[in-house]
């Protein structure tokens, strides 16, 4: 298993953490959706191209913000360490993906 695979895992739970803690559950359900969907591209469970859009970059950006979004609501302790999870995931594939775009 890759490190993508393990920051992959670690967004979808965090996410799922979120998704049933959160008081609004419009942001969290994005990031959800985003995560698993990372989970089973980085398995390579599915394929999926889109032609001129960086499938990569916006499910980073997917995820980095509405995690940014819930850790600055979050009150608890596990609410605040999932939101950070899944910001630093995300602002990682937004960094790797624009990095290799230059």
């Given at each position: 298993?890759?490190?993508?695979?393990?920051?992959?895992?670690?967004?979808?739970?965090?996410?799922?953490?979120?998704?049933?803690?959160?008081?609004?559950?419009?942001?969290?359900?994005?990031?959800?959706?985003?995560?698993a969907l990372e989970v089973v591209l980085v398995m390579g469970w599915i394929h999926v191209n889109v032609a001129g859009v960086s499938l990569?970059?916006?499910?980073?950006?997917?995820?980095?913000?509405?995690?940014?979004?819930?850790?600055?609501?979050?009150?608890?302790?596990?609410?605040?360490?999932?939101?950070?999870?899944?910001?630093?995931?995300?602002?990682?594939?937004?960094?790797?993906?624009?990095?290799?775009?230059?």
């Open positions: 298993m890759t490190i993508q695979v393990y920051l992959a895992v670690a967004a979808l739970a965090a996410s799922a953490l979120l998704f049933f803690t959160a008081q609004g559950r419009a942001l969290p359900a994005f990031a959800l959706v985003a995560s990569g970059l916006v499910l980073g950006l997917l995820l980095a913000v509405p995690g940014l979004l819930a850790w600055f609501r979050a009150s608890g302790k596990p609410a605040i360490t999932a939101a950070a999870i899944v910001t630093l995931v995300g602002a990682l594939q937004v960094l790797e993906r624009v990095h290799f775009r230059r």
